[in-house]
């Protein structure tokens, strides 16, 4: 099954045109195809791969042998609500970190030391059941081969009201304008956001794109922004921090 997808109004960056993309029902390799979950880490480029996503079979939580079992397709709203609602622990970083599960585990996303893998117990994929320490992982960063269909966590009981809003309160700093979350991986000692304001690019603007006046590791969409603005900004950035710094950003964003 297809459907016709306008990215401009899917992704949170607000960039992309409209495609044609695979609904995925059952579990498979469709090697040919680049699977996106909610596309709140993504960049679409004018002429991507062939997309798909995770059709609605794969949007459940259930419990079972103390363990969560969560299909890749249930977003990160509706697993917090769940945690919340059944007093599960460790899942409070998630208000606010928009994506499918899916999205989620690959990228390996977090808030600073609290990162998704660390409740992780396994996840399925056309292989059957991957467990956590066969999978490598590090900060933004999974080598997972192939679609992720389901994920399986580890439960704690106690959801901690408090815990959400110090996670709140860390976000205060990040903008409300489109953007697909932190543009750069933090390299080792330094923070992005600092590295990209010290070369003078907080606020700096081409065309409809930005990075952010509130927070220089965010690429925020200005209005019309494009994907080759985007890219001009990112190339920019790279550039600079080198020049200054000796370091290589490494995007944190996908550009599909
Ligand atoms: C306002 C804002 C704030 C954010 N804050 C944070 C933050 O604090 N921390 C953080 O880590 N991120 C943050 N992000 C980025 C984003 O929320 C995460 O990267 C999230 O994991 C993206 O999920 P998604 O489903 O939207 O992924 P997509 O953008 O759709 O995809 C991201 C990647 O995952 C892959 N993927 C998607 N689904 C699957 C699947 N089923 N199997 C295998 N691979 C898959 C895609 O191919 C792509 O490579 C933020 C984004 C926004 C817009």
């Known amino acids: 099954m297809n459907k016709i997808i306008d990215f401009k109004k899917y992704t949170s960056i607000h960039i992309g045109g409209e495609h044609k993309v695979k609904i995925i029902k059952t579990i498979d390799t469709y090697p040919s195809y680049k699977i996106l979950g909610r596309g709140n880490n993504s960049l679409i480029s004018d002429n991507p791969p062939l997309l798909a996503i995770l059709g609605e079979e794969f ?4 419990e079972k042998d103390g363990k969560l079992i969560v299909g890749a397709a249930t977003s990160s709203g509706k697993l917090l609500t769940y945690c ?4 599960i622990a460790n899942f409070e970083l998630l208000a606010k970190l928009p994506g499918n599960m899916g999205g989620l585990v690959k990228m390996n996303a977090g808030l600073k030391q609290w990162e998704i893998f660390n409740y ?9 059941e991957i467990l956590k320490n066969n999978i490598p992982h590090s900060y933004r960063h999974t080598q997972i081969d192939g679609i992720v269909f389901e994920v399986t966590f580890n439960i704690e009981r106690g959801y901690c009201k408090e815990q959400q809003k110090v996670f709140n309160k860390m ?7 489109p953007s697909a979350g932190s543009c750069f991986k933090n390299p ?57 710094f000796n370091i290589d950003l490494e995007v944190e964003i996908e550009i599909i």
């Open 59 to 62: 949007n459940y939580i259930k």
């Open 84 to 87: 919340r609602k059944n007093d």
């Open 120 to 128: 992780l117990h396994s996840i399925k994929t056309h292989e059957g």
């Open 171 to 177: 976000r205060d700093n990040q903008p409300n304008l």
């Open 188 to 244: 080792e000692g330094y923070s992005a956001g600092y590295l990209i304001e010290n070369v003078g690019l907080k606020g700096y603007v081409i065309g409809g794109m930005s990075f952010s006046e509130m927070h220089a590791n965010f690429l925020v969409n200005l209005g019309n922004g494009t994907f080759n603005e985007a890219i001009e900004l990112i190339s920019l950035a790279k550039e600079k921090v080198k020049d200054k």
